[in-house]
């Protein structure tokens, strides 16, 4: 089946300093999506992208679409503590109804 | 608003028993998707349900088998428990066309098989 290759798996960074992972499959979607997930919680949704190409932003974070449908990657600007926590990207294919395939996360941990 | 709720969140079985969780749907919300999630890994599609009938299914044996009601809760059942099946098991509700901006996930039922 598809799968998503997320990197990196995990990362320390300083407080303020940005932060970039991507997600490269080997295949196309139609959809990439980013979620976080806190401890004792489900994955929380932060970008939706839609468009190959597309480049959206919330706040301090930034997805981009790329251009080949096969990946897309996350940027956060000067990280603060409450950054902690996995972030997963997900794919989704438009004749897949809901279905998404997400990738192994990358776990991001900040030193104060 | 309630969001997606989950229960019960944390459960125990032995190996060879049968379990179901359950999920409620958040309000106005008419699909229902379950997913697992191994520790250290990203959640894996099981089914989703929509109109009380399974409406794609991911690579699961027929063992994980659910149910929707008229009320959009959800229940997922899993017969014969294996060892791999201890994971988290999230529930995620949506509304047909509505895309992905309505995908809300529960905070899921720890589920250990011993």
């Known amino acids: 089946g598809q799968q998503l290759n997320q990197s990196p798996q995990s990362m320390f960074i300083q407080e303020g300093e940005d932060v970039s992972m991507n997600c490269t499959s080997s295949s196309i979607f139609n959809t990439w999506l980013w979620y976080k997930q806190d401890p004792g919680e489900g994955p929380v949704l932060l970008i939706a992208l839609y468009k190959a190409g597309e480049l959206t932003s919330n706040g301090r974070l930034t997805a981009q679409f790329g251009i080949t449908r096969k990946d897309s990657f996350l940027n956060i600007s000067a990280s603060i503590p409450s950054d902690v926590g996995i972030y997963f990207c997900?794919?989704?294919?438009?004749?897949?109804?809901?279905?998404?395939?997400f990738g192994g996360g990358t776990r991001l941990m900040v030193k104060p | 608003e309630t969001g997606v709720t989950q229960s019960p969140t944390h459960l125990i079985k032995t190996r060879g028993q049968q379990v179901t969780l359950r999920c409620s749907s958040q309000?106005?919300?008419?699909?229902v998707s379950w997913y697992q999630q191994a520790l250290g890994q990203g959640p894996q599609f099981i089914f989703q349900y929509y109109r009380e009938e399974e409406n794609g299914r991911g690579n699961f044996p027929p063992r994980f088998s659910g149910l929707q009601f008229p009320n959009y809760s959800s229940e997922l059942n899993v017969n014969a428990l294996e060892l791999d099946d201890s994971a988290l098991y999230l529930c995620a509700s949506s509304t047909a066309g509505r895309g992905n901006y309505g995908y809300t996930f529960g905070s899921g039922t720890r589920l250990t098989v011993v």
């Open positions: 309000s106005g919300h008419n699909t």
């Open positions: 997900a794919g989704q294919l438009r004749n897949a109804g809901n279905m998404l395939t």
